[in-house]
């Protein structure tokens, strides 16, 4: 048996290295980039760890019999799922390792934009002491809506970490029952309302089909004003062109961003230059004990898979 990690940004693999050896695995570490590489560094293993590399039909292929794969993180978009399935292979991810540092990541960027505090602090930086001509227009939180697009694990976080500011909350989720949003005191809507009505709208939706580039110009247009964008989820939700042009031309009054179509950030990107517009380099999941939970989580599914047992954290569908 071997337990192969395709690619990795860790200090170390001790953990995941340790779980292989107490199993009765060997153990292989590469630095794959393209799908060959990926293919070529899981041949025949039982066990595949996968951070960005690229896993596709290839690597389902060449993995053995009824093998594991296992992503490092909350999503796993560099997995051919369908491939996978097709070749007998178990998948799973890790969703919980960082729900709380995006949560609060989330937060904090929400609430620097309603309070205006990247205006307020460049406008002191330029000898500029007129708060009220920088902040306008500036709503208090117990008449702002506070919208969620996707109401799952992390944005129920979010929610339960503002709920002491007296935001209104709404939601638009497929998922979310009408019996569960009054009891958590949050108003469903359909998107194309949320968009309407929310002050400030934070992403917590996969990339679908039915969402990739959703917010695009003409849904922003759709928004108010004054209203902001939030997003620590997918950066494939938003045309980032469309959101840039939005921004310089007051459709919408800001954006706070951690997660973009292409990462990094590109330099040409107008994103970058685009007035209101807070920009974080996929910050959100990091504390200082995230990634030992991470690893640990992940040597954990490496025992189980080697004694037969599926995944903690099975992929959906």
Not at 158 to 166: I, K, N
Request: hydrophobic share 45%; with cysteine.
């Amino acid at each position: 048996m071997r337990v192969a990690v395709t690619d990795w940004t860790f200090p170390t693999l001790d953990q995941e290295e340790r779980a292989a050896r107490e199993g009765g695995a060997d153990f292989s570490a590469h630095q794959a980039k393209s799908a060959e590489d990926v293919a070529q560094a899981v041949a025949g293993a039982r066990v595949a760890l996968v951070q960005f590399a690229p896993f596709g039909e290839a690597a389902a292929r060449a993995m053995a019999p009824g093998g594991t794969v296992i992503r490092y993180g909350v999503g796993y978009d560099n997995i051919d799922l369908a491939a996978a399935r097709a070749y007998g292979l178990k998948v799973g991810y890790v969703p919980d390792y960082c729900a709380d540092e995006v949560a609060e990541h989330t937060a904090a960027m929400a609430l620097a934009l309603l309070r205006k505090l990247p205006q307020l602090d460049a406008s002191v930086r330029a000898n500029d002491w007129a708060a009220v001509k920088v902040a306008r227009p500036l709503k208090p939180f117990s008449e702002t809506v506070f919208g969620f697009f996707g109401f799952g694990q992390i944005g129920r976080a979010v929610h339960a970490r503002l709920r002491g500011f007296g935001f209104r909350f709404a939601a638009a989720d497929p998922g979310l029952s009408t019996r569960d949003a009054e009891a958590l005191g949050v108003a469903l809507m359909g998107p194309e309302e949320l968009l309407r009505e929310a002050d400030v709208i934070s992403l917590h939706a996969p990339a679908t089909a039915e969402t990739r580039g959703y917010f695009n110009a003409a849904r922003l247009a759709t928004m108010r004003p004054h209203a902001v964008l939030v997003n620590s989820a997918r950066g494939q939700l938003i045309d980032e062109y469309d959101l840039a042009a939005a921004l310089r031309d007051g459709t919408i009054g800001g954006a706070a961003l951690d997660v973009f179509g292409a990462e990094p950030l590109p330099p040409g990107s107008p994103l970058r230059s685009a007035p209101n517009c807070l920009l974080t380099p996929h910050a959100a999941w990091y504390s200082d004990a995230a990634i030992g939970r991470l690893q640990s989580l992940v040597a954990e599914d490496v025992r189980r898979a080697l004694r037969g047992v599926g995944p903690r954290k099975p992929v959906p569908g």
